[in-house]
């Protein structure tokens, strides 16, 4: 098989090199990919969001599927313009990812199918904005309609910063376009957790589960990011968990879609909340996670290339799939500043001597090379290191050990993933 790959973060060098094992794979191309990627797969020059550059890459390299990484290309309908050219892929259509591109749309079609989730509220006028967020107490979720790099989600504990959070985005154009519809939710509580389906638009199956740490510092202190760290299995979720949102939450999901003419195939990411209620919908995504890849896809005992086949053939109904080993974790090693401003191009130690250990990866997210080889950082999210093995606690001290032989002045990470 001839794969192309779009993207170049840590996720889809989690997703190539997964790919890259199988005995199905004979030519591996990631575009833009990534210094990390191009151990294991060649890498062109390709932007993810460059629709045109990816079709015709597609073409070039002979394609038998594509596999579309992150959500933009998908919510740009990648797969929908791979299609007309007779080339399929994996991941939904543009309508399809309108369950990640359009927090309304997802919510409304939540709705629709009484699929569990939180009170909410959509508004276009701050005055209506206003009323919801006084009628909640100001303890409310503020959220863009659109994408917005992760930013356009701002928690709320009073009336005051609900309501800036609101004008921002309705009147000071914070999100642009994205922030010209915004949701006023009401805030639930409980663990989170992310859980991944894979469907073919008619059947699915449940390809993994993760807890990521989003929040910045240690103790789920400051900012929120796109992830620090990530564990699998989510703690929080046990089988009787894992079956309640599957008939509740994935397979109404799956089987919404298709009645409403657009089947969902691909990944489908569940961000839940366990309440007291049971699980809740706190969002969609329409591709894997990151950095939750990076320790789902480690722990997948069926081969990732006949997953995907088999959902192109729509043929998905009696998979089994199986994990080995019992629990992965990722360390992530961000830019200092990082969600906020930090420094490019600054050098990396040597990663030489971690590659080759066993039960260890070294993913890399934001990094860049020049001809000498040096590595440097290119983004927040640098590197993600992933151990796994028989039990968390086993998997973190081999984590954190290189973590800490890496040593990396420049950057930061959380001593606490997967602290139990
Ligand atoms: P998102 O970008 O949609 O994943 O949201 C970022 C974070 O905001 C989530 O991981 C939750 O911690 C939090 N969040 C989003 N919606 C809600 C909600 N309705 N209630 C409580 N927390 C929420
Ligand atoms: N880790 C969160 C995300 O991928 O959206």
């Known amino acids: 098989m001839n794969i192309l790959v779009v993207g170049g973060g840590g996720r889809e060098h989690a997703i190539a090199a997964s790919l890259s094992k199988s005995p199905l794979t004979k030519k591996l191309v990631v575009a833009p990919g990534n210094p990390g990627i191009e151990t294991i797969a060649e890498c062109y020059p390709v932007a993810a969001d460059d629709i045109p550059g990816q079709c015709k890459l597609a073409i070039d390299i002979k394609a038998d599927f594509v596999f579309i990484g992150p959500e933009i290309p998908l919510v740009l309908g990648l797969k929908d313009e791979l299609l007309k050219l007779g080339i399929s892929s994996f991941g939904p259509s543009k309508k399809a990812a309108q369950l990640e591109g359009s927090k309304t749309f997802s919510r409304n079609f939540c709705k629709r199918y009484n699929i569990p989730q939180p009170e909410f509220k959509y508004c276009t006028e701050i005055e209506t904005a206003k009323k919801q967020i006084e009628l909640l107490n100001g303890y409310c979720v503020v ?118 003419g657009c089947p969902y195939e691909g990944i489908l990411y569940a961000g839940v909340m366990i309440t007291d209620k049971g699980p809740k919908v706190i969002e969609f995504n329409c591709r894997f996670g990151d950095p939750e890849t990076q320790v789902v896809l480690p722990r997948l005992n069926t081969d990732l290339v006949s997953i995907v086949l088999k959902t192109i053939k729509k043929n998905l109904k009696d998979i089994t799939i199986d994990f080995i080993p019992q629990s992965a974790i990722t360390v992530v090693i961000a830019s200092k500043g990082y969600p906020g401003e930090f420094k490019k191009g600054v050098l990396l130690p040597s990663l030489k001597n971690f590659n080759d250990k066993t039960e260890i990866s070294v993913f890399h997210s934001g990094t860049s090379k020049d001809k000498n080889g040096n590595i440097f950082s290119n983004g927040g999210r640098v590197l993600s290191i992933t151990s796994v093995g028989a039990n968390v606690q086993n998997c973190r001290q081999k984590a954190y050990d290189i973590v800490e032989a890496i040593n990396w002045e420049q950057g930061f990470y959380r001593k606490d993933i997967g602290k139990l």
């Not at 663990?191 to 510092?217: C, M, P, W």
């Not at 046990?238 to 919404?256: M, R, V």
């Open 143 to 260: 959220k863009a309609d659109g994408l917005a790099a992760g930013k356009g989600v701002i928690v709320c504990d009073t009336v005051d910063q609900a309501i800036i959070a609101a004008t921002e985005m309705l009147e000071k154009n914070k999100f642009g376009d994205a922030g010209k519809l915004i949701l006023i939710e009401e805030r639930i509580n409980g663990i989170e957790a992310s859980v991944f389906a894979v469907s073919d638009g008619n059947d699915a199956v449940l390809i993994g589960t993760a807890q990521d740490h989003k929040r910045a510092y240690d103790n789920d202190e400051g900012p929120n990011t796109g992830g620090m760290g990530a564990i699998s299995p989510a703690p929080a979720l046990d089988q009787k968990l894992n079956k309640e949102i599957f008939n509740n939450i994935i397979t109404p999901t799956i089987n919404g879609m298709k009645l409403e």
